[in-house]
């Protein structure tokens, strides 16, 4: 076989004195494929910024890189590898293109100025790469203007419009739903056909898709590795082993009870948003214990909807029944991002200690509510800022149930945290919340985890981008 | 409030400073501003009078002293009322929104439209040499400011999650404003009276400048300045006094703020 | 959105002209004195003037009638650009003002572009050399800069250029050279300020993701810069120098003054002095129209640049 286009000998990552990568080694070879598997934090994405030269100035590697069978190459030569032999596809593409240039403009000048070919063909070219990618008439369309899939695309043309063999992946389905996933699944896999691929994520389903070698790391750690299959199928190591779990997902408790009276009912409920139809004559109800799916990519309507069930926003046409239990303080809601949730300038403690002089509640309780939800006294001593994002969902949970609510509404509570910490929290929500038979409404991204919760789902998922059908009027649909 | 950087520290002690020794002078001294010794002109500096006298042999030190606390009074009083004020009315059109937040919008864009100093001016032509007159036209301009930081803020703070949950678990209006909003407006409100408090005394000694604010023989800064400006050969050190006094209050307001920027 | 931009900054022109003539209608109503007095001074000169002409140039003015009546007269003259004439020199204040707007713009205009020449280099190479001794340097100058009045910073160039070394003339109108000192200071006094801001805009730029995909994109560092840096750095660069127009014309004011530099900051100043309320109305109004003015230009400035504003009017 051919010769490594990428090896990496024994590379460390240091800030100042400790070490964020140690000692990492890895050869990619053309039709391959190596994938670094790990949370958030653990210094996958440093690995990408030294392989291309790109380290914050404050770090430090150690170690050796051999590109293209050069060892150690300058800085400079690896900015004349950069689009050319080395790509590097980028995180968050909406940020990582030029806000101001449309989007054939910011193709056809890698075209002109990389590959050397005048202005006309360069156009043409961007074209032909467009259409291909189901972008035939975004070309005059800034990234703002784009929706997420479609920015991922047009960054990957950009990226690898340069003609590299090797492309790096950062997390590249960062914050994309399973369509979206799909779709950049499919853009990777065609890339492996005639180049190699390393890919940086934390998402089991792209690195099973992907195949090749896969390294588990943890904190700066290797953990595992070896080959897709083996790894996947037979973890060796507890952390592979829990991260696998957490994904499968298979040990939700799904025996829920159904059937009382309805707390709420939504009768044909329509919403616009600028000329967007949201959702238009939706209707469904939920009782007592039941659990409630809202699926939709981002920007949907899936918050909307849920803020017209809570009564925080205005709908269009139609109406929300609420029955009389659902009382001011017993509609709650957990939020994506838990930090945002709480006031940042006072402990957790006072936080609980302002609701409970509010509504005269029970401090007794608290010790043993700690204790099911699994959190440490002294965390009510500390500010939002200073918990873990597990720990502080995992207390809104605890602010929540203090309450005893009739309806929570859980807005992507477990999306912003690394995958075995939210398949704990999710497991905890669901247990919680049944044990007081409170209605849940879960709104998320991962279809997987609904289907195994949800007693129904309402999908807000407006008709795929690239089937080219007018996009302005969704199809909101009950299913099961 | 908040740990203090060097710049806050310098900026403290050069205000404190100055602010010292127009109290020194008040205490102690207490010259008369108005007080003419043709015989006197420019005499040098003494221990009866540190700074010496001017051109009609009036004390320097008294009439420096005197400068300076009007354009502290004018700096304090023009940020207390506008802040209270931009506040207070931003926090209000951000809430309520509907035809509260239009009116005012509507008052703040015709204030908008015509740049600050002039407006000053018109002001202050209305009444000549009226510090009150000065002191509303100053505050009229400074509170826009407040006005429209502290209504963008409450239009997204209302929005935010951490709101949300506090309104849906009951609390009323004065806890999300103790616990949420204030929190965050503070150091907005700190930073914009710092540079607004600097603009309040570049405000009030352009127009002296001009000839437009307060009238002589009241000590203000730059009518000091346009006085001494036809002595500046024979007494240049005279005229540097009033050009640094702004200089060190602007300076002093600017670095107590401690970000750069406005 | 291109009668977007228009309409809202007629409807700040229609503002500066209502809150100018409303300020200089009480202006007139607080004058101490009679008025059709002053008017009539104002015509024939004091020395010819006796209360049988002021009597006429009451009734012809309409000065005898109700407060409402002359306000609603008053604004009625003001959309005709009727401004009337000078109590001071008894000429028509638009015939003055047209004369003074000339020597207005070109100090004006002059000391933008001097002030863009200074600070458009700074700017960039300290974004792009962030925590260099230059970029220090310019920090502390502009700190230094900020907090004095545009004025100080005149005198102190008319201290060391004009009475220490001679080089220039202290103040008035004539060549070049007369225009040198009163444009640098409104200069100076405004790339303290947008120095710093080219700076902030450049260093975020250049810390963009989109600025380091370009240069994985394969795109050289010129490349790069020329093609997805300079029109990022030039959008709020744009859009800062309308914020700036205040600072333009409030220096234009205190510079002409300091240096009686015969446009219309000068004749405001020395019409509010001399209560010259004609003059006072007319001076503030085109100020206020020139500020719209700039603004307007800024607009549609960004307008070009900016693709996203011209794709929302399509929508």
């Known amino acids: ?480 | 409030m908040m740990g203090l950087n060097t710049s806050q520290r310098w900026g403290f002690a050069l205000l404190f400073g100055l602010i010292a020794l127009a109290g020194a002078e008040a205490l102690f001294w207490q010259g008369d501003i108005a007080l003419q010794q043709l015989d006197a002109a420019f005499e040098g500096p003494s221990l009866a009078e540190p700074f010496g006298r001017d051109h009609f042999g009036r004390s320097n030190f008294a009439r420096l002293a005197s400068a300076l606390r009007t354009s502290l009074l004018m700096a304090i009083c023009s940020v207390a009322l506008s802040s209270v004020l931009g506040v207070a009315l931003g926090m209000a059109a951000g809430w309520k929104r509907g035809a509260v937040d239009r009116t005012l919008s509507f008052v703040v864009n015709v204030l908008l439209a015509l740049p600050g100093l002039i407006l000053v001016l018109l002001f202050g032509a209305l009444i000549p040499g009226s510090f009150a007159m000065l002191y509303l036209a100053i505050s009229l301009v400074l509170w826009v400011d407040y006005f429209r930081l502290i209504r963008a803020r409450t239009i997204s703070l209302i929005r935010s999650p951490e709101v949300e949950a506090s309104r849906l678990y009951g609390f009323g209006v004065w806890y999300i404003f103790k616990r949420h909003l204030w929190p965050n407006f503070r150091k907005d409100v700190y930073t914009l009276s710092c540079f607004g408090a600097g603009n309040a005394v570049l405000a009030l000694a352009s127009i002296g400048f001009v000839y437009v604010g307060l009238k002589p023989p009241h000590a203000e800064l730059g009518l000091m300045m346009v006085e001494l400006f036809p002595y500046y050969s024979d007494a240049p050190w005279v005229l540097l006094q009033p050009l640094c006094a702004v200089i060190c209050l602007v300076l002093s307001f600017h670095m107590i703020a401690g970000t750069v920027d406005e | ?315």
């Open chain 3, 1 to 315: 959105m291109l009668i977007k931009i228009l309409g809202r900054r007629l409807a700040q022109a229609v503002f500066v002209a209502w809150a100018v003539g409303t300020l200089t209608f009480f202006l007139m109503n607080l004058l101490p004195g009679d008025f059709a007095y002053r008017i009539a001074a104002g015509r024939y000169g004091y020395d010819y003037v006796n209360q049988a002409a002021a009597d006429a140039v009451r009734a012809e003015l309409g000065l005898d009638r109700s407060v409402w009546l002359q306000y609603l007269d008053w604004f009625r003259d003001l959309l005709r650009f009727n401004l009337g004439d000078s109590l001071v020199s008894g000429n028509p204040v638009s015939q003055e003002l047209a004369h003074q707007l000339g020597h207005s713009l070109q100090l004006a205009l002059f000391a933008s572009l001097l002030s863009l020449l200074i600070a458009v280099p700074l700017g960039l190479y300290a974004g792009r050399q962030v925590g260099s001794a230059l970029d220090r340097a310019s920090l502390f100058i502009s700190v230094l800069l900020r907090a004095q009045p545009v004025f100080v910073i005149g005198l102190v160039l008319v201290l060391i250029f004009a009475l220490q070394f001679q080089l220039l003339p202290v103040a008035g109108f004539g060549g070049s050279r007369y225009l040198i000192l009163p444009a640098l200071s409104l200069a100076l006094s405004m790339a303290a300020l947008s120095s710093r801001m080219i700076r902030n805009a450049t260093h975020q730029v250049l810390g963009s993701s989109y600025y380091q995909f370009a240069r994985f994109k394969g795109l050289s560092e010129q490349q790069a810069f020329t093609h997805h840096a300079q029109p990022n750095i030039a959008l709020p660069v744009v859009a800062f120098i309308g914020i700036q127009a205040v600072s333009l014309i409030e220096g234009i004011v205190m510079i002409e003054s300091l240096f009686s530099w015969p446009g219309i900051g000068h004749a405001l100043a020395h019409a509010i002095f001399g209560r010259d309320v004609p003059m006072i109305q007319g001076a503030a109004l085109v100020m206020g129209l020139l500020f719209v003015l700039i603004n307007l230009l800024v607009d549609l400035c960004c307008y070009w640049l900016d693709p996203r504003q011209r794709e929302e009017g399509l929508q």
């Open chain 1, 1 to 480: 076989m051919s010769k490594p286009v990428v090896e990496v000998f024994k590379l460390s990552v240091f800030a100042g004195d400790s070490c964020l990568v140690s000692s990492l080694s890895l050869a990619l070879k053309r039709g391959e494929a190596v994938t670094i598997l790990g949370e958030t934090g653990s210094g996958k994405s440093l690995l990408a910024q030294a392989i291309m030269g790109a380290l914050p100035k404050e770090l430090t590697a150690s170690g050796d890189v051999r590109l293209f069978g050069k060892l150690n190459p300058s800085r400079h030569e690896r900015e004349q590898m950069w689009g050319q032999q080395v790509a590097m596809l980028p995180q968050e593409p909406w940020l990582s293109l030029d806000p101001l240039m449309k989007s054939q403009r910011q193709l056809s000048l890698v075209e002109e100025l990389v590959k050397q070919l005048d202005a006309k063909r360069a156009r043409q070219q961007a074209q032909g790469s467009l259409s291909a990618m189901g972008l035939a008439d975004d070309g005059n369309k800034v990234p703002s203007q784009l929706s997420g899939g479609m920015a991922q695309r047009l960054a990957y043309l950009c990226a690898t419009a340069g003609g590299a063999d090797v492309l790096i992946a950062d997390e590249p389905t960062k914050g994309l739903d399973d369509s979206r996933k799909q779709q950049v699944i499919g853009l990777l896999q065609q890339h492996k056909q005639h180049g190699a691929l390393l890919t940086i994520t934390h998402d089991i389903d792209v690195a099973q898709a992907l195949g090749g070698e896969i390294i588990v790391m943890r904190q700066g750690q290797i953990v595992e590795r070896g080959s897709a299959e083996d790894v996947l199928n037979t973890p060796r190591s507890d952390y592979a082993k829990a991260l696998i779990a957490a994904h499968s997902q298979d040990h939700f408790p799904i025996a829920l009870k159904q059937g009382n009276a309805p707390l709420l009912k939504v009768r044909s409920l329509s919403k616009q948003r600028g000329n967007k139809q949201l959702f238009h004559d939706l209707s469904f109800q939920m009782g007592e214990g039941e659990v409630l799916g809202v699926a939709g990519d981002s920007g949907a309507g899936k918050s909307t909807l849920v803020d017209i069930v809570l009564g925080l926003t205005e709908c269009d046409q139609g109406q929300v029944e609420r029955a009389p239990e659902l009382g001011p303080g017993k509609m709650l809601k957990l939020y994506q991002d838990p930090p945002a949730a709480f006031p940042r300038e006072i402990s957790l403690g006072q936080s609980l200690e302002d609701l409970c002089q509010l509504h005269k509640l029970d401090r007794s309780q608290l010790p043993e509510l700690l204790a099911r939800l699994r959190l440490d006294e002294a965390i009510l001593a500390r500010r939002p800022s200073a918990v873990s994002g597990g720990e502080l969902q995992r207390f809104a949970m605890l602010r929540a149930l203090l309450m005893k609510p009739k309806l929570l509404v859980a807005d992507e509570p477990t999306s912003r945290l690394d995958p075995i910490v939210a398949h704990q929290t999710l497991e905890l929500l669901i247990e919680q919340t049944r044990k007081i038979g409170c209605a849940l409404i879960l709104v998320s991204h991962n279809r997987r985890v609904m289907n195994q919760l949800c007693h129904q789902i309402v999908d807000l998922s407006p008709l795929e981008d690239t089937q080219r059908v007018p996009v302005d009027f969704s199809s909101a649909c009950l299913i099961k």
